[in-house]
């Protein structure tokens, strides 16, 4: 997929909005997928890119967190963190499985199907041109502002 057009989508988002991917064609994108709302890795997470938010708009970046919780799950976790991006529910898990990131996982000993930590760059034309998988929150939001502003 990396160098490849993403495949259009659409997802319900927070903010009472449908996210359709070729509408933000034209702007570079992060798309990161987070196991679950109100946890503490992705509560972590959720905070560093708000933290950096200023900073991936001025290099022409959007923001997008992807989960499979539901819209109202992502209202509350948006407003709590008082996140300035939208937040996407994949309850069927379409967008998961186009950017292949669900997987089966350990959890406490017990094998459960799960949204592998991932991010991914699109460029303005709609390309694929970067992505994490099984990302380590600590430096990884400084570490996706460095490249966006690389494009």
Known sequence: MLGKPVKDFTLPSTGGATFKLSEHKGNKLVLYFYP????PGCTTQG???RDHFKDFRKSGCEIFGISRDSV????????KLGLPFELLSDADEAACAQFDSIKMKNMYGKKV???VRSTFV???KGVLVREWRGVKVPGHVEEVLSFVKTL
């Open 36 to 39: 679950k709302d109100n946890t």
């Open 47 to 49: 905070m560093g890119f």
């Open 72 to 79: 109202k799950s992502h209202e509350g976790f948006k407003t």
């Open 113 to 115: 199907r799960g949204i």
């Open 122 to 124: 699109i460029d303005p």
